[in-house]
Each structure stands twice: as C-alpha cells, then as structure tokens.
C-alpha cells in the first residue's frame, strides 16, 4: 500500500423504509437489504423491542444513525489502517522494525485515559488491524 492509497467503507447497512400497520394507528419500520433489492420486495419487520409504535420509531431513527456512525467509523479505521502501512513501509525501508513498541503504548494510554478500561481492548483491536502486512 502506498500513501496515494485510499479507504472506502462498505457497510452492509439496511435502509429503513416505513409502512402503515395492519390498524393504520401506527408505523413499523422494515429493513430493505443494502444488496440492491427494490424497494417493494418483501422485508420483514425490524424487532425493535418497543412496546409502543412512538418507542418503535425512535428506536428505529436511533439505528439508523448508529448505522451511519458505525459505517463511517469503518472508514475511519480503513482510512488509519492505510496511513499505518505507510508509516510501517517508511520505517522498515529506512531499517527500523515494522512495530513501534513505545507508539503502541501511547495509543493505548490515549484510549485507555478517554474511554476507561474498554478503551484498551478497542486499542488493541485498531493496532492489531493496523499492523498488517507489509
């Protein structure tokens, strides 16, 4: 990987259409798959775990925008994996290891100090992607 290199999310996300419910008092959100289905292919109802149609639709609208974030948080980390490869790429080219040990630790002191000890383990996930191979 070079550095004109780029990174693209692809999510599987699924746009959320709404339909009227059998006593028309309400909505349901459906999940119309991301693979290109027409949107007036059959879906099956999204289990939201509401017990009313107004906790349902912002529960609905809610995942809709964790989907977005969760789609452009992939891109982020695509985007962070390549910008490693060219750090690890000009290290070893220059003689130095592919892994910093000392960079490692800083980034899990950072995470760990803005996220708590879950911060950690999310650390150690992004620096085993990001390692790679090169």
Known sequence: MNASSTA?????????S?????TGTGTIKTA??????SPG???APVDSG???????????????????LD?????LVQERMAVS?????????????????????EVLSHYRDALGKPGTQLAMTLLELCRGRV
Not at 95 to 101: A, E, K, P
Request: glycine share 12%; no cysteine.
């Open 8 to 16: 693209t999310a692809t999510g599987s996300t699924a746009a959320a």
């Open 18 to 22: 709404t339909n009227a419910n059998a």
């Open 32 to 37: 119309t798959p991301a693979t290109g289905a």
């Open 41 to 43: 292919a059959a879906t």
């Open 50 to 68: 509401a017990r009313s149609p107004e906790a349902a639709e912002v529960i609905g609208g809610a995942r809709e925008r964790i989907d977005a």
């Open 71 to 75: 789609d452009r948080i992939i891109g």
């Open 85 to 105: 490869a060219v750090v690890q790429e000009a290290r070893i080219g220059s003689g130095g290891r592919r892994v910093h040990l000392a960079r490692e630790m």
